[in-house]
């Protein structure tokens, strides 16, 4: 698994990795404690990619567009 901080990844890091979480669950070859471990690990990585997908959103819904459906700008969301 990554070194990297759940909260520092993207949602492309965030999004790999919970996959290869999910793949070592399924297959059952890892012990009782480690599956624990990945489950919390997957739980952290799944609540990241949403938090990454609405802040995501938010920008697309921010977007501005002229009067031809061309963007002209985009607001400023706040915490991101």
């Given at each position: 698994m990554?070194?990297?901080?759940?909260?520092?990844?993207?949602?492309?890091?965030?999004?790999?990795?919970?996959?290869?979480?999910?793949?070592?669950?399924?297959?059952?070859?890892?012990?009782?404690?480690?599956?624990?471990?990945?489950?919390?690990?997957?739980?952290?990585l799944?609540?990241?990619?949403?938090?990454?997908?609405?802040?995501?959103?938010?920008?697309?819904a921010?977007?501005?567009?002229?009067?031809?459906?061309?963007?002209?700008?985009?607001?400023?969301?706040?915490?991101?």
């Amino acid at each position: 698994m990554s070194e990297t901080p759940v909260e520092k990844m993207s949602f492309e890091q965030a999004m790999t990795e919970l996959e290869k979480v999910v793949g070592m669950l399924e297959r059952g070859d890892v012990a009782l404690e480690e599956s624990i471990t990945l489950y919390e690990r997957g739980a952290a990585l799944k609540k990241r990619c949403e938090q990454k997908l609405k802040e995501a959103e938010e920008k697309v819904a921010l977007i501005t567009l002229d009067a031809d459906g061309n963007p002209v700008g985009t607001k400023p969301v706040e915490g991101l």
